[in-house]
């Protein structure tokens, strides 16, 4: 269950917080039904049971030691956040792991592409191309390296190669067509960012091991949250109207700061979507507003030696979200102190557990007194149901955030110039 607890928002000083008051709605059945009528299928993909059915047929005659995912931005990102969040940290390098390998290519960086070469046997690897319009040049281009390397080995490219695209429109799905490689939808309704419940994030995660029906069972959780009217029990509206609200009180910049190495992807994809989805130009009315929130992602407790002294004295101008696990599963002791060494009497009868914990409430409580706004998203452990329930939680949030500013949440008018000019460039 996801907690949110914005309990230090009204122990600062007013001109910084908020109070419970703040968050009233009289609205939200108004709000809820404008987001249902931009008729968008976050929220309701995660019904599609034949879809599932599907994954897991694929999934069951997987014979491949590697899997990689071709892909960029919202295609790619979701994959990476779940199996961060849901595998173990060093996965791909436990050598008894009985599961394939899975890299995600986030980048045409011709080194990445290079190097990852060294690592992978190509009759024992599968490559998931996974782009919603079917056009990215990233993506295509990533396609056609790794399409090569395949046909100059003399294998099937029908064998090692599955799409994931738009159910009719696109390069991709027409390839797929022609030479009848397997290819999965990414229905129409569903943008990049907002498609990790689809098999855009679920068949790399299957693939691998997860068990995407109980992250599906968190996400079904979560909707009917999001789809109550009552503003105290709305988790994902609260948090929009938090967001909002400071917004306008010139908190423009959040900083989504999870205690937990294994949620530091979640906060990557996090970035994404807010900064995508609400950086807008235009208004639903088509007026010039320049709408926008700037995310930071930032991890505990590694960055409170890198930005917190930031935070905690520069321009206040931040609102921090703090991500806490309240029953870390592994606990590793701390020695106990020797004689000789004072210094380490501090450690005596603890645990790496509770210096985490200490090291959370003393940041929250030290950025409380500097009155610098912060609230911590809570859940109890890290597993597929509460990254189901994580996932719809942020993506309802910015939906909400989007009616909050009158625009439209859904689209990225802003990257299309610099697609335009790269094309330019590269026919220069
Ligand atoms: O969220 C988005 O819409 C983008 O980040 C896209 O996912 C990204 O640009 C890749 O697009 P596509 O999936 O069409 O290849």
Redesign the pocket.
Known sequence: MVVLDIINLDKISPIHGLSEEDLKEPNLKKILERIHNRKQGFYKIIDDAKQIKAINLFAAKNKFKDIVVL???????GASFLQQSLKHLFENELSKNTFPRLHVLDNIDPVLMREIEDILDYKKTLFIV???????M??LSQYLYFREKCEKKKLKIKDHFVFI?DPKK?LIRKISNEEKIKCFD?PESV?????VLTPVGLLPARLIGINIEKILAGAKKMRKIFLSENVKENLPFRLAKIEYILGRKGKTTIVLMPYAQKLIRLADWYR??LA?SIGKKFNNRGEEVYTGLTPINALGVTDQHSQLQLYSEGPNDKLIIFMEILNQMNSAKIPNPKKTEPETEVFKNTSFNKLMKAEKKATEESLTTNNRPNITVKIEIINEETIGELTIFFEASIAFLGELYNINAFN?PG?ELSKKLTKKYLCQ
């Not at 943008?191 to 498609?195: N, T």
Request: net charge negative.
């Open positions: 892909g960029i931005g919202g295609s790619a990102m996974i782009t919603k319009s079917g056009e990215t990233e993506t695209t696109g990414i943008g990049g960012r907002f498609s994404q979507l995508e990225q990257v």
